[in-house]
């Protein structure tokens, strides 16, 4: 189990996980947290029903991983397609945004549960709920470390040039992070797969 989620009873996922990978995924997820950004609590006296029809931004984050985690709907080729995209931007990202937020949450608080003892590794076990809010937490951790390292599809097969960097490299450690990252999720899609 270590490295690697297994499928327990009830459509769950288990991992074993050490201190210092418990450590590296709780700040991964909180730095996530902040490039996703707060939420948008009603005000006090406000109707918190006015929260659900409030309009989301119309043009894309200038940021490219924030903008790689709230892409565009429709390629901007015409204006046609760049305004249909904007108005589609305007009424999903806000929920879009809230989802991610929860799943990261999600993560934060589940590592928070763990107590390693000593060198060891502690098994953090989730169910069905809490696998598929670790799951869409891991890819949008991927995307984001991903757009930072401008990582292509010719980079990550078993030949590619991630799995060739020097040691001196100083995005090394992202990009370990970054193939430990893309294993975990690997193995907790397996586990939801139904049989």
């Not at 670790?134 to 890819?139: A, E, I, V």
């Not at 980079?155 to 370990?176: A, I, N």
Request: glycine fraction near 8%.
């Amino acid at each position: 189990m270590a490295g690697h989620f297994e499928a327990t009873p009830g459509g769950g996922a288990a991992v074993a996980l050490d201190e210092v990978e418990i450590a590296i995924l709780r700040s991964l997820a909180v730095q996530l947290l902040e490039l996703i950004g707060p939420g948008d609590e009603p005000a006090e006296g406000e109707d918190p029903l006015a929260a659900l029809f409030a309009e989301g931004p119309s043009e894309p984050p200038a940021d490219p991983a924030v903008a790689r985690l709230f892409p565009d709907a429709y390629s901007n080729e015409d204006e046609e397609l760049r305004a249909a995209s904007s108005e589609f931007r305007r009424f999903t990202e806000i929920d879009l945004r809230d989802r991610k937020r929860e799943d990261a949450l999600a993560v934060v608080r589940s590592l928070d549960t763990l107590q390693p003892a000593g060198e060891g590794s502690v098994v953090l076990t989730l169910d069905a709920e809490g696998s598929r809010h670790w799951l869409g937490s891991l890819n949008d951790l991927r995307l984001t470390i991903g757009t930072r390292l401008e990582v292509s599809d010719e980079d990550e097969g078993q030949g590619g040039s991630l799995y060739r960097l020097p040691d001196s490299d100083p995005r090394k450690p992202m990009v370990m992070a970054y193939l430990w990252l893309g294993a975990l999720q690997e193995t907790l899609v397996e586990t939801l797969m139904p049989e």
